[in-house]
């Protein structure tokens, strides 16, 4: 089977970068296409809320919560006691891989389209619910419920963060708004998705280069939990999935979510919560190494791994 051309788009990028070839897109075009990216995946999931009753999702939501919080807590002890870990940056690594990547959401749907796999289009509202619950726990693991945490400070920057808000309001306004409205600008966010997440990765690719080199500084432990870790998450992800019978695509995005790693929420909440926790260590594990894995070999496998759990 022929690679996907967005994950192909992410080996140019990567390539490029590892070589030091000049070549970067403007931030103001990554903002622009990482806003396109983050609203057209909430705008699907609203539509598709907008035709189901909420109240139905309630029990699949409290799953999807409960391992958004268990994840971080299993993460934990490995930083800590195997890869020898300060207790801060463990909790702040385990917290990177609690929380949940839009980038390697957004592949896995596109590798889904080209397979002609469906899947429950409400997946988008677990995407913004298991953004939260790591956060939480990574910052707990250090400080419990203290006072010097700066509270206010970090709900702003977690829930007000770009993540949190483009895709909640996605949601909201394709829930209040049905297809039919949201048909007319269509144009903009779902016919080209695809080349802008294409675009996306090229740039995405350069970024994870740039984390590579950190490799040599921390050595094969962050190589090993960085591949290791999301295969046995994904595993959870997937029997999470059968258990609230969800269809095949359905699992194997649960499975992407619970294998994926934070680079955009969990950083700016950990500058704040933990300011003492090595940045280098969770950007090196998560963007350099557990990010590139997942969009060139994980989400094939986890697609393989919820083929074989559900007899197929």
Not at 27 to 45: H, Q, R, V
Not at 155 to 175: A, D, T, Y
Not at 205 to 212: E, F, T
Request: proline share 5%; with cysteine; hydrophobic share 55%.
């Amino acid at each position: 089977m022929s690679l996907d051309p967005v994950v192909l788009f992410f080996m140019l990028g990567l390539a490029a970068g590892l070589m030091r070839a000049e070549m970067r897109l403007p931030p103001a075009i990554y903002e622009f296409l990482s806003i396109i990216l983050l609203l057209a995946i909430g705008l699907k999931g609203g539509i598709e809320l907008s035709k189901q009753s909420f109240g139905d999702l309630l029990p699949d939501i409290g799953a999807v919560l409960l391992m958004g919080f268990v994840l971080p807590l299993l993460a934990f002890p490995i930083l800590r006691y195997i890869g020898r870990l300060k207790k801060v940056d463990a909790a702040s690594v385990a917290a990177h891989y609690g929380s949940v990547s839009v980038g390697t959401y957004a592949v896995a749907v596109a590798y889904l389209a080209s397979q002609d796999i469906t899947f429950e289009a409400y997946m988008p509202l677990f995407l913004v619910i298991l953004e939260v619950p790591a956060i939480l726990v990574g910052i707990i693991l250090v400080r419990g419920i203290s006072k010097k945490t700066q509270w206010g400070a970090l709900s702003h920057e977690v829930f007000l963060g770009k993540s949190i808000v483009l895709l909640l309001g996605g949601l909201l306004i394709g829930w209040i708004a049905g297809a039919e409205s949201i048909e007319s600008i269509g144009g903009l966010f779902f016919d080209p998705f695809k080349g802008i997440l294409a675009l996306f990765l090229l740039e995405m690719g350069l970024i994870a280069a740039s984390q590579v080199g950190s490799l040599r500084r921390y050595g094969v432990f962050l190589l090993s939990f960085g591949i290791i870790f999301p295969i046995f998450s994904a595993c959870i992800g997937a029997g999470l999935g059968l258990m609230l019978e969800l269809s095949i695509g359905g699992t194997v995005l649960l499975a992407t979510l619970a294998a994926s790693a934070s680079y955009i929420a969990v950083p700016a909440a950990m500058r704040i919560a933990l300011p003492e926790a090595n940045p280098t260590l969770s950007l090196t594990a998560s963007l350099g190494v557990t990010f590139p894995f997942n969009i060139i070999f994980g989400i094939p496998l986890y697609h393989k791994l919820t083929e074989y759990i559900y007899g197929i």
